[in-house]
């Protein structure tokens, strides 16, 4: 175990940022959000969670997937340069190191693996931070997560008062640590700090079963009554990974591009013809709960919610995911 | 083959959208390699007869006589647009609906006499409308897409999603969310490419509501936000209080 002063980190992510971009929770515009390291930024890793997860930085907003031209009767595809820089992301939370697996689960298994995610997913280390205290909104721990160990990090990290404890997970890890020889001491006697224990917890057991029946339930139209279908919760969501594909011309040359997309848009499932399968916020507010708490449990085993609250502390009319699923529990069939 | 024959008409407005027309200039020349604006009053000096294969029309209808050459742009256009939200659905003089015509009248004209308004409408109160460039002014972006995609013959891209979708696109910090300003953005339609919040000001709701609305939960919202009841009304009624969408939003509350 190894320990790090609290002023002398700005060092180790100057040291990580020779050979690779970091990212680590910053402020900006008032809220705090992965950016990259400069050496200038307001490190914000004692505040609690950033409000926006880290998934643009393997799945971005917009991504060109590849540029075409006309010239008389000759087209021609340009392929855009594979993603290759090397990056480490600093200072996830457990419930975003779950959302990785589940994005890995979307993009990178079932006999497709999506190009540009691999890319940027293979190239980055990730060093987790372990929570010792919880927001009102977590509640990661109602599936399984330990807000004081993420799964499927390179090095973990535990915040002490005047610095961080820090445990080699992988190889990759190994290595990035050995990058911050002569800033690093060993831990001694210095004892790993008690894990953050949410307050909300919610009890899931058998709710995927209970959704199974419930398709047509009139309590979809009840709660989705308040729904303005602004999206941010599928924005800020760590596990949404919903796209679009959308094509910018201009004379005789242009760009195919992915962008985010969301089920809660009625645009999202509108047809070329017209119609359209989840014609109002009941069918779309619908889909985004059963996709997290039915759909993807039937397909891969595991919850599409790591519990992180964002949804819920942001959304303007307090749709709540919670609520859902203890009402939903309640519901009588 | 002749090129489209193109009208401007200009009801009650304040002639921004036509304006919007003459501001696609860098673009304006290539346009009339394309198209022949054949009546645009605001641009020409001589202006020729109909029948003409697009109708443009600006402004909302607020006295008989623009009725009448309302119906007669209608028989003499192939395709009538509704150009602008007071076109599409009374736009801002539509603000004066909830007051007495005459109090309204009198606050503007010394000699009231000549002056015999009705209530403003968009254009489709009287007549069929082909399509809806909403806005105020219009986007010129849309604009353009709209002729270009009506020169290919193939349908136009307006978009009938939020505001909020275009916004996120831009990577906008949320103002409604993160800054609780008021933003009409989650109710209206897109196609402005979100241009007041990339900008730092919340959405006014100029392009009227999007495909499913949800405006009661919205004014609902801005009341908890700590608006008093009668602002919420003046938002929804602003621009296209007509509408049955928004017009659920200024009674929500
Ligand atoms: S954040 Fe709330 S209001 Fe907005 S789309 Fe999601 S559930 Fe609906
Ligand atoms: S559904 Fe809500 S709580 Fe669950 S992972 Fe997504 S944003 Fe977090
Ligand atoms: S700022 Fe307004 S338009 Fe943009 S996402 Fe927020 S509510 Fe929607
Ligand atoms: S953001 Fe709203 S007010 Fe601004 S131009 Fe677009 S529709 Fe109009």
Redesign the interface.
Known sequence: MLKIAKDKLPQLLQAWAAGARVFVPQEK???RVFLPWDGQGKLTLDEGNT?EPPKDLFFP??ETMYRYQVQGQEAGVTEVPPFDAKMVLVGVRSCDARSFAIMDDVFLTKGYVDEFYRRRRENTRVVALACTEAAPTCFCTTFGIDPGRAEGVDVQMWPLADGYLLEVVTEAGQELLEQGTGLLTDAGKEEIPAAAKPGLVVDIDGVTAKLQRMFEHPYWTAVS????????CT?LCPTCHCFDIQGENRGNSGYKFR??D?CM???YT?MAGGHNPR???KERLRNRFLHKLQYFPERYGKFACVGCGRCLD????NVDITRVIREVKEVTL | MSKPRVAVYKMSSCAGCQLEIINLEPILLDLLGAVDLSYFVMARRENEPGPYDIGLVEGAITCGEEIERLKKARQECHLLVALGSCACYGGLPSIKNWQPQRVVENRVYDNLAAIHSTTAYGIDYYVPVDAYLKGCPVSREELLDFIKSTLLGVRPYL????V??EC??H?N??L???EKAICL???TTAGCGALCPSRGKPCDGCRGPA??A?AV??A??MAAYGLHSQDIVRYFRKFAGMTSEFSKGAEAV
Do not use: I, M
């Open positions: 515009d008032g809220t409000l907003r917009t009554r308040k729904c303005l279908g602004c999206g941010a924005y962008c985010w969301s848009f009625s645009e509108r014609p109002s916020k942001r959304c303007p009319v | 978009r009938p999603h939020s909020c979708v996120k696109l990577e910090v949320c409604f969310v993160t953005g989650p109710v495909n499913d949800n939960s919205l609902r919202t």
